[in-house]
């Protein structure tokens, strides 16, 4: 099985800070790698597939990138709606694997 | 628009099965692999299974292999989720989730979720 970890766990940041998380995969999975938002109380929303594909009506300040092992999802400009939650998720192999995630907290 | 709405939730005795349902609409469901996908209070994103929109194809994750089974009748755009021989660690929110046309797909719309409980 593919494992997946995420750093940090969780971060504090300010409105308008750049923030970014890095995901490790055990394996390389070439691009196969979702990052989803989750907000509390609210249902996962994907941001990122691909590595790097932006979901359709998602802010441009989102980005990812990376392939093999080593990827990043970078906030450029972070705004109040964007504190929560963030996974990112292996899609190359079955089982299909989640990371355990990175609070984005205010400062 | 995607619209997916879980049921079948509820509180089970240890050892107790359950199954939950998936109605979705919206999109032509019967083109498209579907997965669950549950959460721990207050615990990250655990995948659980994913089925193809013919039902060739099926897998699951190691935590559930042998107790759950997944199914769906594309007759009637529902997905199930059979689960047997429940534990304490089985108790969270289970959602369903719409991927695309192949399993390396992303999850683009998830349900609303349905609580399991697994308690004496």
């Known amino acids: 099985d593919i494992q997946m970890t995420q750093s940090p766990s969780s971060l504090s940041a300010s409105v308008g800070d750049r923030v970014t998380i890095t995901c490790r995969a055990s394996r390389s999975i070439i691009t196969f790698l979702n990052w989803y938002q989750q907000k509390p109380g609210k249902v996962p929303k994907v941001l990122i597939y691909g590595a790097s594909n932006l979901q359709s009506g998602v802010p441009s300040r989102f980005s990812g990138s990376g392939s093999g092992t080593d990827f990043t999802l970078t906030i450029t400009s972070l705004q109040p709606e964007d504190f929560a939650t963030y996974y990112c998720q292996q899609s190359y192999s079955s089982p299909l694997t989640f990371a355990g995630g990175t609070k984005v907290e205010i400062k | 628009q995607v619209q997916l709405v879980e049921s079948g939730g509820g509180l089970v005795k240890p050892g107790g099965s359950l199954r939950l349902s998936c109605a979705a609409s919206g999109f032509t469901f019967s083109d498209y692999y579907m997965s669950w996908v549950r959460q721990a209070p207050g615990k990250g994103l655990e995948w659980l299974s994913y089925i193809s929109g013919t039902s060739i194809s099926t897998n699951y994750a190691d935590s559930v292999k042998g107790r759950f089974t997944i199914s769906r009748d594309n007759a009637k755009n529902s997905l199930y989720l059979q689960m047997n021989s429940l534990t304490a660690d089985d108790t969270a929110v289970y959602y369903c989730?719409?991927?695309?046309?192949?399993?390396?797909?992303?999850?683009?719309?998830w349900g609303q979720g349905t609580l399991v409980t697994v308690s004496s």
């Open positions: 989730a719409k991927s695309g046309l192949d399993y390396s797909d992303s999850m683009d719309h």
